[in-house]
Structure formats: structure tokens, C-alpha cells
T-cell receptor, first 115, second 116 residues
């Protein structure tokens, strides 16, 4: 089944404890992206990647890191999480960053709470 | 820069009636794509419908149709014969397709409640 897999689905952690949210897609998509969703703010892009070893900042990159060593994986790293990073996170992928009718496949989301 | 505006934070509709969710956009791209996603209370994002800027006909997918008015820069989602399961957040999104910004932009969403 074609899908984007995020793990974990739920995570409660303490301030300052490094964590990684994994994202993997099995569709050979070039484009991958991380979003955070907060009430009243919609989806805001954190980082995106147009292909292996190509990443760039989105609208709200502060406090996050990403890597794209392989096409299928795009982990999101919080080196020192803070309570303002409590949010619902989505990973998404698309066949290509250019072209027609390439919608996004989203992962199931990761609900992160930083206390 | 791209911008998506969804002016309706919340909408109510009676079951079996049609409802229109508004979306306006702004872009300098000549070619772009418009999307709608549904997010039920379970949290996942579900792709509903796509409209290309050069598509001559409005997109339809089952009970969903996209009322695309290019001159007005609007891409409203129409849900016909609403069902209780349509209660969810709905997000409008766009991306440029021909240079400019390929990065998708999302609106803030509209919460739809379908009541019996």
C-alpha cells in the first residue's frame, strides 16, 4: 500500500531532551515536507526537501533539523525541544515538486507534547 | 508569494444539504494547482480534489466539486448532499507549477459541522 509512515503517533517528552520523528514513504516521491499544525494557524511548513541531500527551510524552521540521506526517509529532529513546539506534526510527500496534479500524501500525524 | 485565504472559521450545514467552503488565493504564477484536503477528528489529512489553473472544466470527485473562478481567484469547495461523516476541518492549498514557488501554501482551514 502506498503510504507515508510517521512514527511515533503520540509523544510526550521533557524540555531539552532530543527527539526524532521519523517519516518514510514507499512511493519513490522526490518531494517531502514537514508541517506543524496549531489551532487557528493551519498548516505551517517547517522544512522541505526536493530530493536526496537537498533540503530547505520553510516558514517556521527554528528549533528543527532535517536530513534527507535517502529518498524514502525524511526525519525531523528536535535537538532541544521546548514547550512551544508542542503541536501536531505532519510529514507529506509528492511525486515531484514540479508538474501537474501532484497532490500530497500525508502521514497520519505525530502529536507531540513537550512539558 | 502565494497566499490562501479561508474566511470561514466554521460552517454548519444540515444533513443532505449542499455546502460551499470558500477559498481565495493570490499568486504571481501563471500555472498553478489548487487542492482541498479534509481532516477528520482522527487527525489524518485526506486529499479530496485537485484543480489545475489551465483546466477548462471544474473538477469533480463524487460529491465534491470545485467551483473555480480564475478571474476572481477563488476555488470554492462544494459538498453536495452532506453527510454526518463530512464533519471535519477542510484545508485549501495551492502550489505553483511553472517556476515561481513550488512550495505548497495552505489556508487556515474551515471547520464544518454537519448536523442531523
Amino acid at each position: 500500500e502506498a503510504q507515508v509512515t510517521q512514527n511515533p503517533r503520540y509523544l510526550i517528552t521533557v524540555t531539552g531532551k532530543k527527539l526524532t520523528v521519523t517519516c518514510s514513504q514507499n512511493m519513490n516521491h522526490e518531494y517531502m515536507s514537514w508541517y506543524r499544525q496549531d489551532p487557528g494557524l493551519g498548516l505551517r511548513q517547517i522544512y522541505y526537501s526536493m530530493n536526496v541531500e537537498v533540503t530547505d527551510k520553510g516558514d517556521v524552521p527554528e528549533g528543527y533539523k532535517v536530513s534527507r540521506k535517502e529518498k524514502r526517509n525524511f526525519p525531523l529532529i528536535l535537538e532541544s525541544p521546548s514547550p512551544n513546539q508542542t503541536s501536531l506534526y505532519f510529514c507529506a510527500s509528492s511525486l515531484s515538486y514540479r508538474g501537474h496534479n501532484y497532490g500530497y500524501t500525508f502521514g497520519s500525524g505525530t502529536r507531540l507534547t513537550v512539558v | 508569494a502565494q497566499k490562501i485565504t479561508q474566511t470561514q472559521p466554521g460552517m454548519f450545514v444540515q444533513e443532505k444539504e449542499a455546502v460551499t467552503l470558500d477559498c481565495t488565493y493570490d499568486t504571481s504564477d501563471q500555472s498553478y494547482g489548487l487542492f482541498w484536503y479534509k481532516q477528520p477528528s482522527s487527525g489524518e489529512m485526506i486529499f479530496l480534489i485537485y484543480q489545475g489553473s489551465y483546466d477548462e472544466q471544474n473538477a469533480t470527485e463524487g460529491r465534491y466539486s470545485l467551483n473555480f473562478q480564475k478571474a476572481r481567484k477563488s476555488a470554492n469547495l462544494v459538498i453536495s448532499a452532506s453527510q454526518l461523516g463530512d464533519s471535519a476541518m477542510y484545508f485549501c492549498a495551492m502550489r505553483g507549477l511553472s517556476g515561481g514557488s513550488y512550495i505548497p501554501t495552505f489556508g487556515r482551514g474551515t471547520s464544518l459541522i454537519v448536523h442531523p
